[in-house]
């Protein structure tokens, strides 16, 4: 009987400036560059046992086993990975998330960068940064920005080998940023960010005018780190949101992800500015709200949306680390 096991634990990051838009759906290769901030509040901690004793594969979702159409995702995920380790073992996967599925949260991100490090240990496959990247790419484009702590750019390339993240030095900046969620709806979205973004680039009239001013935001987004500017950070981190989100609202059917709740969310974030408190939101494919904040500003904006919303809809996250791959054990 032959049994590797690995483990994981990667957590989540929020785009400041968003992927949206595949040129490459097998290889999930991005229209754009993106860039995110790793937060600590929420991740994913995954197990994975190969063994020639299993005649399938199983994924067990906190401590639930998933059905066929769940498992197959993330069996066709392991394919790639038995395909680069010449290994035709079945496994069972183990994956716990400390953040909600598939509500706009980011659980694709840790899930999927989690589940790349921990099948990677497991069969002993190169566990540098940059390949774990590449093959966190494959299962969502997101997770691989999960690999690193803080800051980190996805370059888009132009094949398998070429798009990756790569962490972005900031001079210790994320350390004083505080990233606060606004929980509006926990449950699972209507319209993936997969089946989301695909429909836009097929079909939004915006989706050119997103394209066009991505590599600007960019820029902005890179000198605000190399700054500390946390304003000029704020706005475009914004503006971004805003300009994906607007490519919906074009699309054919058209559709938003946003909600009344959201909607009072980031007229409350315009209320606070126009106050004298910087802060600015994003939202991804969902309708929760993440407020941008300078620590020293957390428990003022926390205590005003504490007016608005109910405690348990309020987290505050801060930066956080990269994936940390925990366990190789062998059993012959
Ligand atoms: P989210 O906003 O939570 O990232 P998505 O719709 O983009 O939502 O992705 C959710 C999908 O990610 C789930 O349906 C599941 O296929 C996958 N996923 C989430 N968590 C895990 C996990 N721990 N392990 C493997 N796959 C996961
Ligand atoms: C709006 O990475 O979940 O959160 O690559 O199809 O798995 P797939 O999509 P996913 O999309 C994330 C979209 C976003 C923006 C972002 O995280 O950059």
């Known amino acids: 009987m032959h049994m590797y096991k690995g483990h994981a634990r990667a957590y989540t990051n929020i785009a400041l400036i968003k992927y949206w838009g595949k040129a490459d759906q097998q290889l999930i290769l991005p229209m754009n560059n993106s860039l995110s901030l790793t937060l600590d509040a929420f991740y994913t901690e995954t197990s994975v046992t190969f063994s020639s004793t299993f005649s399938e594969d199983q994924f067990y979702l906190d401590n639930h086993l998933q059905d066929r159409e769940t498992t197959v995702k993330v069996s066709r995920f392991l394919d790639l990975i038995r395909e680069k380790a010449q290994s035709q073992l079945f496994a069972k996967v183990d994956s716990q998330n400390f953040v909600p599925t598939a509500a706009g949260l980011a659980s694709s991100a840790s899930g999927l960068a989690a589940l790349a490090g921990a099948a990677s240990a497991a069969l002993g496959l190169p566990l540098e940064e940059k390949e774990l990247s590449r093959l966190a790419r494959r299962g969502s484009g997101s997770a691989c920005r999960s690999i690193y702590g803080g800051f980190a750019e996805w370059e888009k390339g132009d094949s398998d080998d070429s798009s990756y993240a790569v962490p972005i030095p900031s001079n210790g900046f994320e350390e004083e940023l505080s990233m606060i969620f606004v929980v509006v709806n926990d449950q699972q979205k209507d319209v993936s960010s997969r089946d ?4 836009t680039v097929e079909t939004s ?7 066009a001013t991505v590599p600007q935001d960019l820029a902005k987004a890179r000198t605000a780190i190399a700054n ?10 914004e503006a971004s949101a805003l300009k994906m989100h607007g490519t919906t609202l074009a699309a054919v059917p058209p559709f938003t992800y946003w909600s009344a709740e959201s909607m009072r969310a980031m007229a409350l974030v315009r209320q606070f500015r126009n106050e004298g408190l910087a802060c600015y939101f994003t939202l991804d494919a969902g309708p929760n709200v993440k407020i941008l904040v300078e620590k020293k500003n957390e428990s003022t904006v926390l205590s ?3 007016e608005h919303f109910s405690a348990d809809q309020l987290i505050a996250a801060h930066a956080g680390p990269g994936i940390k791959i925990m366990t190789k054990e062998v059993e012959a």
Do not use: C
């Open 196 to 199: 989301g973004m695909q429909r």
């Open 205 to 211: 009239a915006f989706y050119d005018g997103w394209l």
């Open 228 to 237: 500390k500017d946390f304003q000029s950070l704020g706005e475009v981190t």
């Open 304 to 306: 005003k949306l504490q």
